[in-house]
């Protein structure tokens, strides 16, 4: 069975960091594409980030760019969302997705590019 796990979210204050971690098991995590979503209350899901299979491209949303840093250790099967300088409007529900055609990493703020969902993680930026 081919499962993402997201871990690292919870409560931190504005100016604050999280490190999200997505794991994979049931494949190897070096064969896909990797991004990361959030949905807030009220709110649509939304692109933050996406990573290539190699590591070597990487995408962002304008509301995170300088702030986060997606990146992955393939030999870990797990890739990273560092989150700095956290803002209230940042809180979330934060849920990374796996696709296997890397021409679609173009495509990587669309919902419907992916194959795979993790369940999700909460973060919340709040004093």
């Known amino acids: 069975q081919l499962q993402l796990v997201e871990s690292g979210g919870g409560l931190v204050q504005p100016g604050g960091s999280l490190r999200l971690a997505c794991a994979a098991s049931?494949?190897?995590?070096?064969?896909?594409?990797i991004g990361w979503f959030r949905q807030a209350p009220g709110k649509e899901r939304e692109g933050v980030s996406c990573?290539?299979?190699?590591?070597?491209?990487?995408k962002y949303a304008d509301s995170v760019k300088g702030r986060f840093t997606i990146f992955r250790d393939n030999a870990k099967k797990t890739v990273y969302l560092q989150m700095n300088s956290l803002k209230p409007e940042d809180t979330a529900i934060y849920y990374c997705?796996?696709?296997?055609?890397?021409?679609?990493?173009?495509?990587?703020?669309?919902?419907?590019?992916?194959?795979?969902w993790g369940q999700g993680t909460q973060v919340t930026v709040s004093s």
């Open positions: 990573i290539n299979k190699s590591g070597r491209s990487t």
């Open positions: 997705a796996a696709v296997s055609n890397s021409l679609l990493f173009g495509l990587w703020a669309l919902e419907s590019t992916y194959e795979y």
């Open positions: 049931g494949f190897t995590l070096d064969n896909y594409v």
